[in-house]
Nanobody
């Protein structure tokens, strides 16, 4: 079991930055991949970024590549999403997710555990 809690969301002007965090609470000794997803009103939840257990492999949605950076600190059991040059279309509820094992998925079906989400609002 992995419990996930996101933080760091808020209101920011277009062009600004935010850093999301996802703290994992777990007793598992198994490695787990992690990812970020987002859901805007009236839209389906979409993949944003994912990272392998070691942190050496990362994957991004095309529209955030170069603006967002995913990272993790396994000692702190925390994953981060640094979001720069934010655009109004980035506004959404951001969810973190985890999947036991080494495989890194870029779709929802690949993840077993989900946080409650944190709201990101970008004003134009």
């Amino acid at each position: 079991q992995v419990q996930l809690v996101e933080s760091g969301g808020g209101l920011v002007q277009a062009g600004g930055s935010l850093r999301l965090s996802c703290a994992a609470s777990t007793r598992t000794v198994r490695p787990f991949a992690m990812g970020w997803f987002r859901q805007a009103p009236g839209k389906e939840r979409e993949f944003v970024a994912a990272i392998s257990w070691s942190g050496s492999n990362t994957y991004y949605l095309d529209s955030v590549e170069g603006r967002f950076t995913i990272s993790r600190d396994n000692a702190k059991k925390t994953m981060y999403l640094q979001m720069n040059s934010l655009k109004p279309e980035d506004a959404a509820v951001y969810y973190c997710a985890a999947a036991l094992g080494l495989h890194v998925a870029t779709n929802e079906r690949g993840y077993d555990y989900w946080g409650q989400g944190t709201q990101v609002t970008v004003s134009s």
